[in-house]
């Protein structure tokens, strides 16, 4: 359980790290907040985490260069599997093939000044796959 728990920590702060997209996403500084568990756990673990991020405007016309260090913190080798866009939501599936091997995968909805999404992931911990659970949501707080 350790190994999960510290894993799932590990993932969860690592989310937090990115922002948000779209030709209507405004730029600036944006809060995070996330609740992250593991998936056989039941219930959402993590009391949730939350930092704040300052966006540029390349940021927010560009879900792929955001999404791909959130949903899979730390890895290495990622490439995506599947990428689209339909209205404001941002879908996607993103295989790692470095040292954690991740795979993640989600949809995430930005508006102008908010947004809010699932993240799905699998990684090896220990040896162990563990997979994890997350939802998203952001909230432009004004310019950075």
């Known amino acids: 359980m350790v190994k999960k728990t510290g894993f799932a920590s590990f993932l969860g702060a690592s989310l937090l790290a990115g922002g948000a997209f779209a030709a209507d996403v405004a730029p600036g500084l944006w809060e995070i907040t996330m609740e992250s568990r593991v998936a056989a756990g039941g219930s959402f673990a993590t009391g949730p985490m939350s930092l704040t991020q300052c966006f540029t405007a390349a940021d927010?016309?560009?879900?792929?260069?955001?999404?791909?260090?959130l949903a899979s913190p730390g890895a290495t080798g990622c490439e995506y599997t599947e990428r689209s866009y339909s209205g404001s939501t941002f879908r996607f599936a993103l295989d790692?093939?470095?040292?954690?091997?991740?795979?993640s995968s989600g949809s995430v909805t930005f508006r102008a000044t908010s947004f809010e999404g699932t993240l799905s992931?699998?990684?090896n911990a220990g040896g162990q796959a563990v997979e994890f659970e997350n939802r998203v949501s952001g909230r432009r707080l004004g310019d950075c």
Do not use: M, W
């Open 96 to 103: 790692c093939s470095g040292s954690y091997g991740i795979k």
């Open 121 to 123: 992931a699998t990684g």
């Open 60 to 69: 927010a016309r560009d879900p792929s260069r955001i999404i791909g260090p």
